[in-house]
Every structure is written in structure tokens, then in C-alpha cells.
């Protein structure tokens, strides 16, 4: 079922959105760290984001401007403020839809089912991964870091995606393999230590040093 992120500061409201769009079926989470909604967005990987444009901290334009460079996820603005300057605001920062308060909660819900079906119902769901301020989109293949964005090969970014799904974990060599080639008898093993190499290196670019570390020589781990 869809997961969708509540980004709003008043409690009685988040709660109320939440135990509706829960009755409809929805996951959802409601943001508890507005200094870190980044964080979180990428830790609930959610299919769609309520955000508020008044927050505390950071407003809800920046934290949707912070989203757009991981994720195209639907993004869904409720302001009380409802005039020209804020939806213009709300569309060149990324947002998709701006609904403004106070509203009906069927007028949520509804706008809540148009906004999924146009962005799922013909296209892939997103999945992201993050770990230490670093966010892998594994559907597109890229990786993003303090804002900045990189694109990864297929095979790193299969190979960064199965050490931070198994974070803290050892990956041994033989699984990584298995996984990019669909066995590891036919394959040199210098390929799955050059493609490392080279993933280490666009890691150490963007300021994740010693990211990956190669215990014993058996595999390689990615610390939780």
C-alpha cells in the first residue's frame, strides 16, 4: 500500500490527516523532526509528501526544493495561505498540487488518490535507500549528497544498494557477484573489484571517505 509522509507542524492537524488517510487504507508518518525532514523523507521513502508550508526551522518550499534533488515524488502543499504568490511558489519549487486551508478531509483524500493514480498507475514506484546524509535512488540509479547528485553505473549502483540493504552486515563477495551476473563461476573477480574501485572513488568525491570497507577480504560492509 502507498506510503505517504505528513509534513506538518500542528499536531491536531497531522493527526487528523493521518487517521483519515489511514481509514482509506495509507501508511503514513508524520514528520516528528523538522530540522531533519530530509531524514526522514528518505528513511519512510514515502509515495507522497503533505507538507506545510509554514514550518519551524526551514519552511515547506525548502524542505520540497531538498526532496526535488533525490526524488520526483508527488508533493502535495497545504497552506493557509492560498494566494497568487504561493502557488507560483509552490509549482517552481516542485511541488505538484497546492491545497489550501482549511479544507475538507474528502477533498484530501481525493486529491491524495488523483496525485498517486497519475503518478504510479503507468510508471515504477521509487525506492530509496540512504545512509550517513547519502541517498541512493535505486530506480534511476543515482546517488545524492548534501544536495549534490551523481549518476552511478548499473552495476555500482546494484553493488551500493545490496551492502546498504544489508547495512552492517558483511556481503560477500560470492552474493555480490551472483547478484550483478546471475552466477559467479564465469566471471573474473578483478571485474567486481574494479567496478568497486571505481564506485569508491565517486564515494570519496563527494565526501564519503572509508565508506566501504572490505573486512578480511571476504566481502565488503557498509556500517549502520
Known amino acids: 500500500m ?24 495509507y501508511t503514513t508518518r508524520r514528520v516528528e523532526r523538522f530540522d531533519n525532514v530530509l531524514g526522514e523523507f528518505a528513511d519512510f521513502d514515502p509515495h ?21 534533488k533525490v526524488s520526483k515524488v508527488p508533493v502535495l502543499f497545504i497552506t493557509s495561505a492560498s494566494d497568487n504568490l504561493n502557488v507560483v ?8 498540487d497546492l491545497l489550501p486551508k482549511p479544507f475538507d478531509l474528502q477533498i484530501l483524500s ?30 534511476d540509479g543515482t546517488l ?3 544536495g549534490r547528485r ?16 544489508h547495512r552492517g552486515e558483511i556481503v560477500s563477495r560470492e552474493a555480490i557477484m551472483t547478484a550483478l ?4 563461476s564465469f566471471v573474473d573477480e578483478n571485474t567486481l573489484s574494479v567496478n568497486v574501485a571505481r564506485l569508491r572513488k565517486k564515494l570519496e ?4 571517505m572509508d565508506w566501504i570497507h572490505t573486512p578480511k577480504g571476504v566481502g565488503y560492509l557498509i556500517e549502520g
Open 205 to 208: 568525491s563527494a565526501g564519503l
Open 48 to 68: 507522497l509528501v503533505l507538507m506545510d508550508v509554514s514550518l519551524p526551522f526551514f519552511n515547506g518550499y525548502h524542505w520540497c526544493g531538498q526532496i526535488r
Open 150 to 165: 551523481m549518476e552511478l553505473t548499473r552495476n555500482e549502483g546494484r553493488i551500493l544498494q545490496l551492502l546498504l540493504e
Open 89 to 96: 511558489m509552490a509549482i517552481q519549487m516542485g511541488g505538484d
Open 110 to 139: 481525493a486529491k491524495v488518490q488523483a496525485m498517486l493514480r497519475r503518478a504510479y498507475d503507468f510508471g515504477p514506484l521509487a525506492h530509496l535507500l540512504s545512509c550517513g546524509g547519502a541517498v541512493l535512488n535505486v530506480s
Open 2 to 25: 502507498y506510503r505517504i509522509l505528513i509534513v506538518e507542524d500542528d499536531a491536531v492537524i497531522a493527526g487528523a490527516m493521518s487517521r483519515h488517510l489511514e481509514g482509506w487504507g
Open 144 to 146: 545524492s549528497v548534501n
Open 181 to 184: 551476473w546471475a552466477s559467479d
